[in-house]
């Protein structure tokens, strides 16, 4: 049974910065693409980063590029979000997403087979 694990949200003050990490159980990091979406109140699910595990390609959001790193450390089977300069408008829940396949449409959240729970994250201005 597959478990994402998400941990390392909290509230931060605008400019500040946060590492997420999530944790992966029961299945191998290494041959997984791996997602993180945001879920701002009153919003849809939005894509914000992903690590591809085929071609090691990495890609992001437009609106978090330059403050966003994805990474991943397939020896401890978890992937890591580092955030910086955030700012209110990153105020949201963010989850972790796994996806076993070829993943072209990195960018949908139907393209990924298991999520975690979430984890939130709040930036006051």
């Known amino acids: 049974q597959v478990h994402l694990l998400e941990s390392g949200g909290g509230l931060v003050q605008a400019g500040g910065s946060l590492r997420l990490s999530c944790a992966a159980n029961g299945l191998t990091l290494r041959v997984y693409t791996m997602g993180w979406f945001r879920q701002a109140p009153g919003k849809e699910r939005e894509f914000v980063a992903a690590?591809?595990?085929?071609?090691?390609?990495?890609y992001y959001a437009n609106s978090v590029k330059g403050r966003f790193t994805i990474s991943r450390d397939n020896a401890k089977n978890t992937v890591y979000l580092q955030i910086d300069s955030l700012k209110p408008e990153d105020t949201a829940v963010y989850y972790c997403?796994?996806?076993?396949?070829?993943?072209?449409?990195?960018?949908?959240?139907?393209?990924?087979?298991?999520w975690g729970q979430g984890t939130q994250v709040t930036v006051s201005s």
């Open positions: 690590s591809m595990w085929r071609s090691g390609s990495i």
């Open positions: 997403a796994a996806d076993s396949g070829y993943t072209p449409n990195y960018k949908q959240d139907d393209s990924y087979d298991y």
